[in-house]
């Protein structure tokens, strides 16, 4: 009898902890563009919150991009204290074989004033392709992502601002055979649909007189809820089109 409760008790155990891994990771990392804000930034929203209502209880997204952060400076941060912090050490711990990363850089590569931050075109590539090969070591699977648009228009038309960086993404994922959504290709013409002046319904501007913004804010680089909304979206229309195995667990359109 006593062997019998001893053996019942085990299997419940190994049941909850079957159950407990019963659901897919999505890690995002990345920048302020992705990443989750709070209640003081508001309206400012990150892709990845909106993101992370898209799926069913089988998915959970872990959003885990970083204002103001690159491919740098995301696995060699410098802390108040003069301390490095290392953000991508606990992700690679904790993947999953099966588990998704999706590597959104290019906003703050782009920074090579800013030594700590700043990344040649060469050290880019060679950052992303270390993310890719410890997501691989683990079983996950890595996805990249081109940095998302900026709302720059001049003489009326929409200006790319990435430079090259989105340039060296595809090329990692043609040489690697990695997936790779073209973020900032489907988030030109997102704006471009909405045009010079209704695309700031897409970005952070708040006239004055806001809680957050008293004096109000003109941001194009950032999203409001509505812009990360829809930039969302376009990350779940590029899931489907690359036709990953998540795209079952999509509740979106």
């Given at each position: ?131 890719i090969n ?16 900026r709302r ?102």
């Amino acid at each position: 009898m006593k062997n019998y409760v001893l053996l019942s008790t085990l299997l419940i155990i190994l049941l909850f902890a079957f159950k407990q891994q019963e659901y897919t990771t999505i890690y995002i990392i990345g920048d302020s563009t992705a990443a989750n804000k709070d209640k003081h930034t508001f309206p400012e929203t990150g892709w990845g919150m909106a993101f992370a209502k898209m799926f069913n209880q089988q998915v959970k997204v872990d959003n885990r991009a970083l204002n103001g952060r690159s491919s740098k400076s995301f696995k060699q941060d410098m802390g108040k204290d003069g301390s490095i912090i290392n953000h991508w050490e606990p992700i690679f711990e904790n993947l999953r074989r099966g588990d998704y990363v999706f590597i959104q850089f290019g906003h703050n590569d782009e920074k090579v004033d800013k030594p700590n931050l700043g990344t040649s075109l060469e050290e880019f590539e060679q950052n992303l392709i270390f993310y890719i090969n410890q997501t691989k070591e683990k079983g996950g699977i890595p996805v990249l992502l081109t940095p998302i648009a900026r709302r720059k228009f001049e003489n009326g038309v929409l200006i790319k601002t990435h430079g090259q960086y989105p340039a060296v993404i595809s090329k990692i994922a043609r040489d690697m055979q990695i997936p790779c959504i073209d973020m900032e290709d489907q988030t030109t013409l997102l704006v471009r649909s909405y045009g010079e002046e209704g695309s700031k319904k897409l970005f952070l501007h708040v006239d004055s007189g806001d809680m957050n913004y008293p004096q109000g804010k003109k941001d194009d680089t950032h999203l409001n809820t509505f812009g990360a909304n829809e930039v969302a979206k376009l990350v779940a229309k590029g899931i489907r089109e690359l036709q990953l195995p998540i795209q079952t667990n999509l509740i979106v359109k």
